[in-house]
Nanobody, 123 residues
């Protein structure tokens, strides 16, 4: 099993920045792929960014390209999402997820999830 705990959410004004963290524990050696998802009220969950930890390959949703950066610190078993130039439409609950399977875009089939951290962007 893999446990994931997110942190770093909060309320910011449009144009501001936040950095989300996701600490992984448990059988972390089984992780093959990690991603950030978000879900806004009344909307479907969407993949935001994905990283293939072994190779460092990254993928992003078109809506966040150039503004968000996904990264990892393998020494700390921690995943990050740096979010810059935030917009009100970025408001959502953000979840990190991990998979021991394939790593491709759009991200699907992630069995391990964190509880989420809320990001609210005001105009």
């Amino acid at each position: 099993q893999v446990q994931l705990v997110e942190s770093g959410g909060g309320s910011v004004q449009a144009g501001g920045s936040l950095r989300l963290s996701c600490a992984a524990s448990g059988y972390t050696y089984t992780i093959y792929c990690m991603a950030w998802f978000r879900q806004a009220p009344g909307k479907e969950r969407e993949g935001v960014a994905l990283i293939y930890p072994a190779g460092g390959n990254t993928y992003y949703a078109d809506s966040v390209k150039g503004r968000f950066t996904i990264s990892q610190d393998n020494t700390k078993n921690t995943l990050y999402l740096q979010m810059n130039s935030l917009k009100p439409e970025d408001t959502a609950m953000y979840h990190c997820a991990a998979s021991g399977g394939g790593c491709y875009w759009p991200p699907t089939d992630f069995p391990y999830w964190g509880q989420g951290t809320q990001v609210t962007v005001s105009s």
